[in-house]
């Protein structure tokens, strides 16, 4: 993945906003055929702790997770600005990092918007339609809240209905999502269904045809890598294969950061590793920063 789609995915997990009263609708978990699904290897988890302090990093902006062999991370001073690398065995690769800038392509019609993978959304009179790279429209302007691309698919929702609904990449619906939610789409025909009990967000996962796949929720849904999705629950780490199914005995307790952020310092969030890439997250464990590496034990 690249660093331009990683900060969209990013961007867009963070717009992701729960609405009441999707419990009622929620079907009985189900499970997709084995036959497409691919054998998950034995899995164990590796922790690396760094030198770095868990309270001199912003978790709130981290800026990206690993590529190409390293995490970029950003430290908590007044200005912000200051960005740092890390190895997979905690190591910095530099003491300063500039973020270079993001290759932005130009969409093919003023006013579109990135649906990632090559598709854009276009606004007519507060609806959308999809199009594709070189400005054609594949649907006519009947979205009216829109998502992004991941593998192929994405979460929309339809003018006059009240429920999401899972597309493919020419506007074709693959699946309906229970009302009055909010979803995205995290790869692998798998979607992250948002809902909020008890005024706390709840996260669930779908399969792309609309039935469900866990039998629980999460704190944080993350996005698939080579078969598995990492989620949170109660400040600890677990991860979910394609099934929907968690990984037995894996799980990591990681420390509570809540960062303060806004322009007057008015907003907290805590954070939770979800982001992972290369088989990799970064997470504070005992006050320090730690890389943790997937082993899949063949």
């Not at 798998?190 to 996260?203: F, N, R, S, Y």
Request: aromatic residues 10%; glycine residues 8%.
């Amino acid at each position: 993945m690249t660093k331009r789609g990683i900060g969209t995915v990013l961007f867009s997990f963070l717009l992701l906003v729960g609405c009441m009263g999707c419990l009622r609708t929620m079907p009985t978990a189900a499970t997709p055929s084995a036959s497409n699904v691919a054998p998950i290897p034995p899995i164990s988890l590796q922790v690396i702790s760094t030198s770095i302090s868990a309270k001199d990093v912003n978790w709130y902006k981290q800026a990206y997770f690993f590529e190409n062999g390293q995490a970029i991370l950003q430290y908590s001073s007044e200005s912000g600005n200051d960005l740092f690398a890390i190895d997979r065995n905690g190591k910095l690769t530099a003491e300063s990092y500039i973020s270079p800038a993001l290759d932005q392509p130009t969409p093919p019609k003023r006013g579109a918007v990135s649906a990632r993978e090559n598709l854009y959304f276009i606004p007519q009179n507060d609806e959308y339609a999809l199009m594709n790279a070189q400005g054609e429209k594949l649907t006519e302007a009947i979205y009216t809240q829109i998502g992004q691309f991941y593998d192929g698919i994405c979460v929309v929702t339809i003018k006059g209905q009240n429920h999401p609904v899972v597309i493919d990449t020419n506007g074709e619906i693959l699946g309906e999502l229970p009302e009055a939610c909010t979803g995205r789409a995290i790869g692998s025909n798998m979607i992250a269904v948002q809902t909020k009990e008890d005024q706390q967000p709840k996260q669930w996962i779908y399969h792309a045809s609309g039935h469900l796949l866990t039998d629980r929720w999460f704190d944080t849904v993350g996005y698939t890598y080579d078969g598995l999705v990492p989620v949170t629950a109660n400040q600890t780490l677990y991860l979910v294969d394609q099934q929907g199914k968690l990984v037995e005995n894996v799980s990591l307790v990681y420390d509570a950061m809540t960062t303060v952020y806004g322009e007057n310092q008015e907003k907290t969030q805590t954070y939770h590793p979800y982001m992972m890439n290369e088989d990799a997250l970064i997470m504070p464990i005992n006050g320090q920063v730690a890389v943790v590496s997937i082993q899949r034990n063949q």
